[in-house]
């Protein structure tokens, strides 16, 4: 029995899991919210016990402490813990495939803070909140810029001056590359065909959104880019932008502080339409309200150019798969960008599509064109096997 502890520190949240890869079922599974506001709260589930607590913590450090007291308290306990794999989101050039963690690794980690702002000061306070507590086990940093170091010259690079670009790293790094790896290889199992046949467009919608045009298992584009601010419409932040908003809205008296906080913080379907949560945005537009409306069509028509895009840059495409939150749940979302492709030959199953599970499944019609699937992605099991091929190559 091999149990790894899995921290995946989002800018609000961490979920975690302790897991071991070869059995794939978690022994426990938790979440914390809402961290840094007045009501934060955690939920951990262990067999059948789902225990829920409410309390404020005001960072990610003590939301790790309090994550450490509920398997104190409630089970299992951490001493058979073997290692924890740590979700670490921008990479930059450092680190192009997992690493274990040592001081030097959180010093860099701590310099690639500017281009993660949200991101990687919750990872570096996860890595420290669990190292305290678990100091003899290795800790091992999987990166969500990883899966797109593959990525050509020609989709990485900026059309910007090159000399400004190279002096200061200027790039798309892409990100969510655990969830992306993992669906593409989930997705060909379902299709029952070799990853390297097929030419794949992933859509991972959750809160963050990107999407990727996977060519034979290799990422030959994606929507996310230089900060995961890029591509896709998402909970609050405006994805794609004409640069020139910037310099405009600072001629207006904003800092240029406040434009960034404005574009990650305050858009998106938050700033369209007062709400974050797709299944909020939905109810809205069943109870007749125009701009959740005009949110969501903004939202679909999105991904429908990136699907459009993708389709082209890859010379064809076997399947489009949705994953995350809203990938997984939004039936609405899927109907509406299927739909949307419907001159392209892509052909709906409407009742499929309104299937909820949790298993890969296919939403289209057999005589559709293009097939469209529903894959869960599971990073926390990708990061577990990672963690635990990193350790025994160490
Ligand atoms: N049943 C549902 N129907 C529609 N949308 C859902 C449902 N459940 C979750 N979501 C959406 O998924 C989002 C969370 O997705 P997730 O992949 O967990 O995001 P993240 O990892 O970025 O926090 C929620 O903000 C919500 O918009
Ligand atoms: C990179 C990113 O956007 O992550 P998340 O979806 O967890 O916010
Ligand atoms: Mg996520």
Same mark, same amino acid.
């Given at each position: ?28 599974? $938790? ?5 840094? &506001?007045? /009501? !934060? ?9 789902? +225990?829920? #607590? ?119 790094? $892409? ?5 992306? &790896?993992? /669906? !593409? ?9 070799? +990853?390297? #046949? ?197």
């Amino acid at each position: 029995m091999a149990s790894i502890l899995l921290l995946n520190c989002g800018s609000s949240s961490i979920k975690y899991q302790l897991l071991d890869p070869e059995v794939g079922v978690p022994e426990a599974v $938790g979440i914390v919210q809402r961290i840094g &506001q007045d /009501v !934060s709260t955690i939920d951990h589930e262990v067999g059948d016990q789902e +225990l829920h #607590d409410e309390r404020r913590f005001a960072d990610h450090t003590e939301a790790v402490a309090a994550v450490v007291k509920m398997f104190d308290e409630h089970g299992p306990s951490l001493d058979k813990v073997v290692a924890v794999g740590h979700r670490t989101v921008h990479g930059g050039d450092e680190f192009v495939e997992s690493v274990e963690i040592t001081d030097a690794v959180v010093a860099k980690l701590h310099e690639l803070i500017p281009l993660a702002p949200l991101h990687n000061p919750p990872a570096i306070a996860g890595i420290e909140g669990a190292k305290a507590v678990l100091p003899d086990v290795p800790h091992v940093a999987i990166f969500d810029t990883a899966f797109f170091s593959s990525l050509p010259e020609e989709a990485y690079t900026y059309a910007i001056d090159r000399e400004v670009g190279r002096k200061h790293g200027i790039r798309r790094y $892409g990100f969510h590359g655990t969830s992306h &790896q993992f /669906v !593409s290889q989930e997705a060909a199992k379902f299709l029952g065909r070799p +990853l390297e #046949d097929l030419k794949l467009i992933v859509a991972h919608i959750g809160n963050g959104a990107s999407m990727s045009a996977i060519d034979g298992g290799v990422a030959i584009d994606t929507s996310m880019g230089l900060t995961p601010l890029e591509g896709l419409v998402m909970g609050t932040r405006s994805g794609d932008i004409d640069p020139g908003v910037h310099q405009f809205l600072v001629g207006k008296g904003m800092t240029i502080q406040e434009v960034d906080t404005l574009l990650n913080k305050q858009s998106g379907l938050l700033g369209m339409a007062d709400k974050t949560d797709m299944r909020d945005i939905v109810a809205a537009v069943e109870a007749g309200d125009h701009d959740a409306e005009l949110a969501l069509k903004i939202y679909t028509r999105r991904i429908v150019k990136y699907i459009g895009a993708y389709a082209a840059i890859l010379g064809g495409v076997d399947a489009v798969v949705f994953t995350a939150g809203v990938g997984e749940n939004a039936a609405e979302v899927r109907r509406r960008v299927v739909e949307s492709l419907s001159g392209l030959g892509f052909e709906l199953d409407p009742e499929a599509n309104a299937v909820r599970s949790k298993v890969a499944r296919e939403i289209t019609a057999p005589t559709s064109r293009v097939k469209v699937l529903v894959v869960p992605t599971n990073e926390e099991l990708a990061m577990a096997r990672e963690t635990m091929r990193v350790i025994s190559e160490g």
